[in-house]
């Protein structure tokens, strides 16, 4: 498995899985199933697995651990604070907390549910307007004195806010959405971790599966599925962004790989310091995201894309997500 390093010398597989879609809800009906794909990815080499308190609450987590308590001393694992989330009883009363004593809670609970002594990556999951950065970064550091936690990270944290957490306590990586469906984080945020030296971990790499080019405008989205209510993926929206899955289609073809393949190829070809997180639910899946790992874009491919100059058609989240979530 290709390596990569992110900041802070903290160095994980060229890309990451993200489990947060084995486990949203209080009940995992598929439990089993999902181990069984974790493990395999650390059979396929991935060292570098996502997860946060929210996530169920708190169900992913135990999850995640329990799928990685074989293999814990050969992983790196991930995991998030920062929503409002009893620490005890696991209700989300919505909104963000990241007081320096709910932090110690939460980093608490999440190594007991992880099964470890110690979080590899520890993320504020969304900034607190109401909790100093300095205050964050500070908590953070203690906890990382205290052995508990390995490395800093935040999470589509605007750049002041990176600034004054990383003045504090060095960040190792940002989680933030960034792929061709969302590039915004070219303008500001990317120039200032590379001046900084902090890595990137972006999700969404393929545009919440609109990349892969299996989505649409038929596309009929389930009630429990967020993506029904984003504005990019209306079928006005989906019919026009085509255009985008038809040009890395083309390049794919160049280089016998598939769109999503092509797509997590152009997010590694930005910066050696990117480290994209997926999520799937399927063996197939998985081996077809790895097999980007065999895809080296050429210059050409790369003006190709840039000289398009494809403008996404629609917003990344409904309204009401984009205000709550400060995004």
Not at 82 to 106: C, L, M, R
Not at 155 to 178: D, F, K, M, T
Not at 229 to 258: C, E, Q
Request: hydrophobic fraction near 40%; proline fraction near 6%; glycine fraction near 10%.
């Amino acid at each position: 498995m290709i390596k990569r390093k992110l900041g802070q010398g903290l160095e994980v597989s060229a890309l990451s899985l993200g489990a947060m879609g084995y486990g949203k809800s209080r009940d995992i009906p598929d439990r089993a199933e999902m181990i069984d794909l974790i493990r395999a990815a650390v059979d396929r080499g991935m060292d570098f697995f996502d997860t946060a308190e929210v996530y169920g609450p708190f169900t992913n987590e135990e999850m995640v651990g329990e799928a990685l308590a074989p293999v814990r001393d050969r992983v790196k694992i991930a995991t998030k604070f920062g929503w409002d989330i009893d620490p005890d009883t696991g209700v989300n009363h919505g909104g963000v907390n990241s007081k320096p004593e709910h932090i110690v809670k939460a980093v608490e609970g999440s190594l007991k549910r992880l099964g470890t002594d110690h979080i590899d990556l520890l993320y504020q999951h969304r900034v607190d307007p109401e909790v100093p950065m300095e205050d964050v970064a500070g908590t953070v550091k203690r906890v990382i004195e205290d052995g508990k936690v390995r490395y800093f990270g935040l999470s589509e944290a605007g750049a002041q806010s990176i600034r004054r957490a990383h003045a504090v306590q060095p960040a190792a990586a940002l989680q933030s959405e960034y792929s061709l469906w969302t590039r915004e984080p070219e303008a500001e945020i990317i120039p200032l971790i590379e001046e900084l030296g902090i890595g990137l971990v972006p999700y969404s790499p393929l545009g919440k599966g609109f990349l892969t080019g299996k989505i649409d405008e038929k596309t009929v989205f389930n009630s429990l599925d967020l993506r029904g209510r984003i504005p990019r993926f209306s079928p006005d929206a989906i019919k026009k962004n085509r255009r985008l899955v038809d040009l890395l289609a083309a390049i794919g073809r160049r280089h016998a790989a598939t769109p999503a393949q092509v797509a997590l190829a152009w997010l590694m070809a930005q910066k050696p310091w990117i480290v994209p997180l997926f999520g799937t639910r399927k063996l197939e899946r998985l081996d077809e995201n790895l097999g980007a790992l065999s895809v080296t874009l050429t210059r050409g491919d790369l003006d190709e894309i840039e000289a398009a100059d494809i403008k996404i058609e629609g917003a990344r989240y409904p309204e009401e997500i984009l205000r709550r979530s400060g995004l």
